[in-house]
């Protein structure tokens, strides 16, 4: 009671003390009131630039993501265009070897100017069929490695012993050549030459049809234990020269097949050329759908034609085709 009559009684600035302690309070309160509406305020404001930022991040994002296909799509554009000039190339290297056998045949009587393919021979031809290369173009007397049983080792060897060509070669008996082999370490030894000089001197006259056959029959240069079923060394190496890849797993050979496509054709089951050659088009069709948009535009029709031929390792007819085709499609 004495409390509140103090209260009542009591003044502050010449207000009474519960009017005095109102105001405050209420001074107070607005004073928070307005302390918060600015923190809300500059919070809000904050909020609203960073989701500026954001949304502004975002377009840049979108745009960079835009920008990232474009360039892979271009990129993709690129490795095809570098497959079509990698086979064209090898087009160009097989035409430049047809006309220098042109010119051979035009001067040289030798009969190293063509070859007439043997049973089982490079490309799956019929026996007797001409082949428009010249293997004496192809092959140089320098090259000893077209020898079955002499790699480049061996040819290393060889050549440090004075046996340059294939001229060396053929004159060389076979204790020379064994004396050689057994100089330069127990690994050599084992490796019989009886067959060197005579292959070397096939190859020499340019009877290659006959080396061809020769060869067959051997088994790393040794007499009567080969499959004639196995392409010779000769036929081996004149497909490296030709561009074609012997690999069985390189589906690249077939054109408009590049890497991206490669790698989607592997990831479906389909390893090699045997396989893509035994795939309908439509179902290469379907596993390029599946992959993608930009899969889509691909056209396989011809792939498995393609690839069947390079199963079969008919280079010949394999190039043919594919000179026929545009792009791996066939001409309207």
Same mark, same amino acid.
């Given at each position: ?5 103090? *209260?009542l &009684? ?5 207000l009474?003390?519960w009017?005095?302690w109102?105001?405050? /309070? ?10 918060g509406? +600015? ?8 909020v609203?630039?960073?989701? $500026? ?6 377009k840049?994002?979108?745009?960079l993501?835009?920008?990232?296909n474009? %360039? ?16 064209? !190339? ?7 070897m047809?006309l220098?056998a042109? %010119? ?10 063509s ?14 069929t001409?082949v428009?290369?010249? !293997? /004496?173009?192809i ?22 012993a004075g046996i340059?060509?294939w001229k ?18 127990? $690994?050599?030894?084992? &490796?019989?030459?009886?067959? +060197? ?6 190859a020499?006259k ?8 020769y060869?067959?029959? *051997? ?6 234990k080969?499959?004639?079923?196995t392409?010779s ?9 030709l561009?074609?890849s012997?690999?069985?797993e390189?589906?690249?050979?077939v054109?408009?097949?590049g890497p ?10 389909i ?12 179902? %290469?069709?379907e ?8 899969y ?6 011809? +792939? ?13 007819a !394999?190039r ?5 085709l545009?792009?791996?499609k066939?001409?309207?």
């Amino acid at each position: 009671m004495q409390i509140d009559i103090l *209260l009542l &009684h009591t003044t502050i600035f010449g207000l009474p003390c519960w009017l005095a302690w109102l105001l405050a /309070s209420l001074i107070s309160f607005l004073l928070g009131l307005l302390l918060g509406w +600015w923190l809300w305020a500059k919070y809000k404001a904050e909020v609203e630039r960073y989701e $500026r930022e954001l949304a502004d991040l975002k377009k840049r994002h979108t745009d960079l993501e835009a920008e990232f296909n474009g %360039l892979k799509y271009k990129l993709d554009e690129a490795e095809k265009d570098k497959d079509g000039l990698r086979v064209s !190339l090898g087009k160009c290297e097989a035409d430049k070897m047809t006309l220098l056998a042109k %010119l051979e045949q035009g001067g040289d009587d030798d009969g190293g100017s063509s070859m007439v393919v043997a049973s089982g021979g490079t490309d799956g031809l019929k026996e007797g069929t001409q082949v428009p290369f010249s !293997l /004496s173009t192809i092959l140089k007397p320098h090259e000893l490695q077209i020898v079955e049983g002499i790699g480049p080792k061996i040819e290393g060897l060889l050549k440090d012993a004075g046996i340059k060509n294939w001229k060396d070669l053929s004159e060389a008996d076979y204790d020379t050549l064994k004396g050689i082999l057994a100089d330069a370490g127990p $690994r050599y030894r084992m &490796h019989d030459p009886k067959t +060197w000089a005579k292959q070397a001197g096939l190859a020499l006259k340019g009877n290659w049809d006959e080396l061809i056959e020769y060869q067959k029959f *051997l088994d790393t240069g040794r007499d009567d234990k080969g499959n004639t079923n196995t392409p010779s060394k000769v036929e081996k190496l004149a497909q490296k020269r030709l561009g074609f890849s012997r690999k069985a797993e390189d589906l690249q050979i077939v054109e408009g097949i590049g890497p991206k496509i490669e790698s989607i054709l592997k990831a479906a089951g389909i390893n090699n050329r045997a396989e893509l050659g035994a795939t309908s088009a439509e179902r %290469l069709k379907e596993i390029l759908t599946e992959a993608g948009d930009r899969y889509r535009l691909a056209d396989p029709t011809t +792939w498995p034609k393609q690839a069947q031929l390079a199963a079969e390792e008919n280079w010949r007819a !394999l190039r043919e085709y594919q000179e026929f085709l545009d792009g791996g499609k066939a001409p309207k």
